[in-house]
């Protein structure tokens, strides 16, 4: 008897052991455990192509001719860096180097654009650029001694905000919090609620629904700063960085 009783306690405290380490803590993890996915880093990308466009056309001030005004393919994007730390601290900032590359990229949309309003005016002109055997930056660097880039780059509009201007607008830090699918961040007294969530190596951040205090995260969140409005939109995705 004594034989068996020993095996019954040894028994209860193996099923305990099994229930605190395996299936106990797998429940403990699914109904208490906070869920972490959100910490990290993560970075989304502006796109300012519509931005260099629109700059180009308003330079062009043409409606003879802007409207048919063709641009290459290609991206201008700057990415943003949002780091969400484990003591609740946030930073979100520029990440200069893709802006370096944002403006390469433009230039040559922008070099595009103005060889189509050229050739668009020339031909209005009743100049038929196959026979004349050149082409637009050939004759632009004969007239001017300079490439399209050069003339752009010296006398075009300015195709992108600064740098320092996107910097004010987006580079912020502060503290956070995170519960119940809303992320609460704070900096200078003020607070912005937004809905989110996370899958796989996304974040997702979908909606402001509230916002108190002083200062805001950047005035491109709340689309006030005229010009600007439109960088910040959502949903905002985050990929992991």
Not at 33 to 62: C, Q
Not at 70 to 79: N, P, Y
Not at 200 to 228: H, Q, R, V, W
Request: hydrophobic share 35%.
């Amino acid at each position: 008897m004594k034989k068996t009783n020993g095996f019954l306690v040894f028994m209860v405290i193996f099923l305990l052991l099994i229930l605190l380490t395996g299936g106990g803590l797998l429940a403990y993890k699914y109904y208490f455990a906070k869920d972490t996915s959100y910490i990290g880093s993560w970075e989304r990308e502006i796109d300012l192509r519509g931005y260099v466009i629109e700059e180009m056309n308003t330079w062009f001030a043409d409606p003879t001719t802007a409207g048919s005004v063709e641009f290459a393919d290609g991206d201008v994007k700057v990415r943003v860096i949002l780091k969400l730390s484990e003591d609740g601290k946030f930073s979100e900032k520029i990440d200069e180097e893709s802006y370096n590359e944002a403006k390469t990229a433009a230039a040559r949309i922008a070099v595009s654009g103005l060889n189509s309003f050229l050739e668009n005016r020339l031909s209005n002109a009743g100049t038929d650029l196959n026979e004349v055997g050149k082409t637009v930056d050939e004759l632009i660097e004969e007239a001017l001694g300079m490439t399209a880039e050069e003339y752009l780059s010296d006398k075009g509009p300015e195709l992108l905000p600064t740098l320092s201007a996107l910097e004010e607008m987006y580079n912020t830090n502060g503290s956070y919090s995170a519960e119940d699918g809303v992320l609460s961040r704070t900096l200078s007294g003020k607070t912005i609620n937004e809905t989110f969530f996370t899958k796989d190596d996304y974040l997702m951040i979908t909606a402001k629904i509230s916002e108190t205090g002083a200062e805001s995260l950047g005035e491109s969140m709340n689309g006030t700063d005229e010009g600007f409005g439109f960088l910040y939109d959502y949903p905002a995705v985050y990929k992991k960085h």
